[in-house]
């Protein structure tokens, strides 16, 4: 095993928090270790109990560790979409080298330029995405290293996100014991991975249906334009199953996987099962169909509810359709009431690597694809990658530094995300 290669994603989540262990090789992912327990202390994708989810974290890290024999150190933290703001910035700087080559130096400059923006004192950082490059000029450039011009100038978006949020996610993942290695806005990173090209270019609805919450993400042109979030997802179908059941909760979660479906249509009403029935010995027999008209009223709510949001963010029209993952996408037949509902081209995403073939693990698998394409895109390896302090913590220097000339290598290939946490450094200073 290479450890040079190994990236490690911490998904917080509102009902599962999972940790990966993926070893990269030829821009393949090979999973190797994996945690994943039931979080508590979340609430639809917020903290609400620190103490709880630290323990959380701390089981799912053990998990993955014992799969390895890896020790978990630094993480790849996905940020929920709570909250978020997206807002276009510039950046433009003067190319410094004497024969006019723009280099990774002009790079990170043009960078910090679109960051010296104001921020809303109740908001911070999370993510610069640059949109396009301009020499001289010229532009949709994606890498102008290399290229001969005076003037550098760097079109953005800027994603920024609730403080209080952020600081209570950081606070946990250091209580944890865990470092910081790179911040992600979940559904950028979810989104990258699940979308092909096309779909990104077209303009695609990312739906990702997940425990506490829905997170909605539009890609239009290969970039992240819009972000929202409905607070509904499948723990509010699991509570409609208890109650119409009359069953405890714990039962209703395992009815709603084993037998649940989301399209009346298509559901089965011969087979029987039997429900414990609450603070009785009894049980009810209930079929297929009958549940099916408890979770699809609740999905086709949900499902009407991502339209309107969609309207308010001013999206009219999908021409690359609608991609629907996260744990409730496992639920049968969901795809054909999607399309019912919101009138376009559905399909499910489910990350294809042996260990994490499920809806649920496509943000944790989606961090580590794209803080790979980043490290390459910056000429880093994971290991050069600098480690973050934490909410409290000091400033943790790089691991690995073995002399000056390498230390200067390393800052020339800072990240747009490396940039970014600096602005973290302040608010917990």
């Known amino acids: 095993m290479n450890h040079e290669n190994i990236y490690i994603s911490l998904d917080i989540g509102s009902s599962s928090i999972k940790v990966l262990i993926g070893e990269v090789s030829d821009n393949n992912i090979h999973v190797i270790g994996v945690g994943n327990v039931k979080s508590n202390g979340i609430r639809k994708g917020t903290i609400v109990d620190i103490d709880a989810t630290v323990q959380s974290i701390r089981k799912a890290v053990e998990q ?8 978990v150190e630094e993480v790849i933290l996905g940020i929920p979409a709570i909250q978020t703001s997206l807002k276009s910035v510039k950046g433009v700087v003067a190319v410094n080298s004497e024969n006019r080559e723009i280099t990774d130096d002009d790079l990170e400059r043009v960078i910090d330029s679109a960051q010296a923006m104001s921020v809303p004192p109740e908001s911070v950082l999370v993510n610069i ?5 301009i020499v001289d000029n010229l532009d949709e450039i994606k890498d102008p290293r290399g290229m001969i011009g005076i003037r550098l100038e760097m079109d953005a978006t800027m994603i920024t996100t609730s403080k209080t949020i952020v600081h209570n996610v950081l606070r946990c993942v250091e209580r944890a014991g865990l470092q910081i290695r790179e911040i992600y806005l979940q559904p950028l990173a979810a989104g990258h991975l699940a979308l092909s090209e096309d779909e990104k270019n077209q303009g695609t609805a990312f739906i990702d249906l997940g425990g506490g919450s829905t997170t909605i993400a539009v890609f239009e042109d ?5 972000t929202g979030v409905v607070p509904i997802g499948g723990e509010h179908i699991t509570k409609d199953l208890s109650i119409v059941l009359k069953t405890p909760t714990e039962q209703a979660e395992q009815i709603k996987k084993q037998f649940g479906h989301a399209f009346y249509d298509d559901a089965s009403d011969e087979e029987l099962f039997e429900v414990p029935v609450v603070g009785t010995d009894t049980t009810d027999q209930f079929s297929q169909r009958f549940i099916s008209n408890v979770i699809g009223a609740r999905l086709e709510e949900l499902f009407e509810m991502i339209l309107d ?3 308010d963010m001013g999206v009219r029209d999908l021409p690359g359709g609608v991609v629907i993952t996260g744990g409730v996408a496992q639920l049968e037949g969901i795809a054909p009431l999607a399309r019912q509902v919101m009138q376009t081209r559905v399909r499910i995403y489910t990350p294809d690597y042996i260990g994490v073939r499920e809806p649920s693990y496509t ?9 790979h394409d980043e490290d390459e895109f910056y000429g880093r390896s994971p290991s050069e990658a600098p480690v973050y302090a934490t909410a409290g913590a000091g400033n943790t220097p790089p691991k690995k530094q073995s002399n000056a000339s390498e230390k200067a290598e390393q800052t020339n290939k800072t990240s ?3 940039k970014a946490k600096r602005l973290f450094d302040k608010f917990f200073e």
């Open 363 to 371: 943000t944790a698998v989606g961090l580590i694809q794209y803080a």
């Open 64 to 71: 993955a560790e014992r799969m390895t024999g890896l020790a």
């Open 416 to 418: 747009v995300i490396d």
């Open 129 to 133: 995405i640059p949109r396009q490059f």
């Open 309 to 311: 949001k969609l309207a």
């Open 222 to 226: 290969g970039l992240l334009k819009h």
